[in-house]
């Protein structure tokens, strides 16, 4: 394959994990896909926090199993035709990030402890609900009801502008959302 081709398959490859990824993360809240950020910055960040996070489970691997990773990776490089074998390799791991970036981004979700979240004496909250913000949307913030006695999400989503709330947001460790 061209080098020039290559490119921008790439691009549109992780460009398509990046927002299958998003989609995950937003039916978890069951936010609609037409609340999704399509620009350009917006989804380089996103990957990039991808990335770090992927370094991160990879430095949860213990030394035995890079160990056994690149053991076997030397056994296909000295026995095999190993361009042929590298490319249904990374086929396959391709087909399977992209298949599996759906379930990623719901997994993120679902582990995610920490969310912005309106204040206490936000006109808005009620006491037996909290509102979570796990996304912004063109200057707004998409509100979440979540019970504080389990966690669990109670109502649909809200939209509203951040200067119409009249109240600050913050950083809140909530817990685990379920819905």
């Given at each position: 394959?061209?080098?020039?081709?290559?490119i921008?398959?790439?691009?549109?490859?992780l460009?398509?994990?990046?927002?299958?990824?998003?989609?995950?993360?937003?039916?978890?809240?069951?936010?609609?896909?037409?609340?999704?950020?399509?620009?350009?910055?917006?989804n380089?960040?996103?990957?990039?926090?991808?990335?770090?996070?992927?370094?991160?489970?990879?430095?949860?691997?213990?030394?035995?199993?890079?160990?056994?990773?690149?053991?076997?990776?030397?056994?296909?490089?000295?026995?095999?035709?190993?361009?042929?074998?590298?490319?249904?390799i990374?086929?396959?791991?391709?087909?399977?990030?992209?298949?599996?970036?759906?379930?990623?981004?719901?997994?993120?979700?679902?582990?995610?402890?920490?969310?912005?979240?309106?204040?206490?004496?936000?006109?808005?909250?009620?006491?037996?609900?909290?509102?979570?913000?796990?996304?912004?949307?063109?200057?707004?913030?998409?509100?979440?009801?979540?019970?504080?006695?389990?966690?669990?999400?109670?109502?649909?989503?809200?939209?509203?502008?951040?200067?119409?709330?009249?109240?600050?947001i913050?950083?809140?460790?909530?817990?685990?959302?379920?819905?």
């Amino acid at each position: 394959m061209n080098i020039r081709w290559s490119i921008p398959i790439i691009t549109a490859y992780l460009y398509a994990v990046t927002i299958l990824t998003q989609y995950g993360f937003s039916t978890y809240f069951n936010i609609p896909s037409s609340f999704i950020e399509v620009s350009i910055k917006d989804n380089v960040i996103y990957f990039f926090q991808l990335f770090q996070l992927a370094t991160n489970i990879a430095g949860l691997m213990s030394l035995w199993m890079w160990i056994i990773i690149v053991v076997v990776m030397a056994i296909i490089f000295l026995f095999y035709d190993y361009s042929f074998i590298l490319n249904v390799i990374v086929l396959f791991f391709a087909g399977l990030v992209l298949w599996q970036s759906y379930g990623f981004g719901r997994l993120i979700a679902a582990n995610t402890s920490s969310f912005y979240a309106l204040s206490d004496d936000c006109l808005i909250t009620r006491e037996d609900s909290l509102y979570i913000i796990p996304n912004f949307y063109q200057g707004a913030a998409i509100l979440i009801p979540i019970s504080k006695n389990n966690n669990k999400i109670i109502g649909n989503f809200l939209i509203k502008d951040i200067s119409s709330l009249g109240c600050a947001i913050e950083r809140k460790e909530v817990g685990k959302i379920s819905n």
